[in-house]
């Protein structure tokens, strides 16, 4: 995975040859590529159609699609596990509910993530063995030092909590996969502001259902 390391705009391994508001163009375009395609289908010059440059301009910023992908990974997971780590500084292990509110707001912000995670999860190999290692197990980590003590599940069988967590995350992606169905099955835009309340709300009456002794 070693070629698949990610070089940011602006460090000093980055060349520098092309403005950095192209490079910005670029992750865009590779976000969208990525979310409707997954990592296997798509192309540099899917990428390179969308902003309008030759396929050969993007090396001048990335080193090939793997690194790309990482690029466009990092900058969505990136904030997501910064969220995470503010949460646990500030109040390890105390309250669940602003943590769910965080994500799905997160989702809402960034729908073409969850799309790029269902495709990885699908395809598997490496695009699924990038994300797992630099990003999910981070994020399970995080998780799990977020996680209520007082979980009635919990409580009753410890070993329970990694099923609890991956069960709350799996309802966020799913509704943020789902997205496009659930607008025309609830009349309602999902990531609008009404919808993530209303989905922020459900998943936290849940959550206090699962606390309840």
């Known amino acids: 995975m070693n ?3 990610l070089v940011i705009p602006g460090s000093p391994a980055y060349p520098g040859r092309v403005p950095k508001h192209t490079a ?6 590779a976000e969208e590529v990525f979310a409707e395609r997954g990592f296997d289908a ?7 159609d969308r902003v ?22 990092e900058r969505l997971l990136g904030p997501f596990l910064a969220l995470l780590d503010e949460a646990v500084v500030a109040a390890e292990g105390s309250d669940a509910a602003a943590t769910v509110a965080r994500d799905i707001a997160f989702h809402a912000r960034n729908p073409h993530l969850a799309r790029i995670l269902q495709y990885a999860t699908l395809g598997g190999g490496e695009p699924l063995e990038l994300i797992q290692e630099r990003w999910y197990r981070p994020f399970f980590e995080r998780a799990l030092r977020l996680a209520p003590e007082k979980n009635a599940i919990v409580q009753k069988n410890p070993a329970l909590l990694p099923w ?12 943020a996969t789902l ?13 609008s502001a009404e919808g993530v309340a209303r989905q922020t709300e459900f998943l936290q009456e849940l959550l206090q259902l699962l606390n309840q002794e």
């Open 42 to 48: 798509a192309s540099l010059g899917d990428v390179a």
């Open 164 to 175: 609890v967590i991956s069960g709350f995350h799996s309802l966020i992606l799913g509704y």
């Open 179 to 191: 997205a496009p169905l659930h607008r025309e099955l609830l009349g309602i835009d999902p990531f």
């Open 24 to 29: 910005e163009r670029i992750l865009d375009a």
């Open 3 to 5: 070629d698949c390391q």
């Open 52 to 73: 309008g440059i030759r396929p050969q301009a993007i090396y001048n910023h990335f080193s090939g699609k793997r690194e790309l992908y990482a690029a466009v990974l």
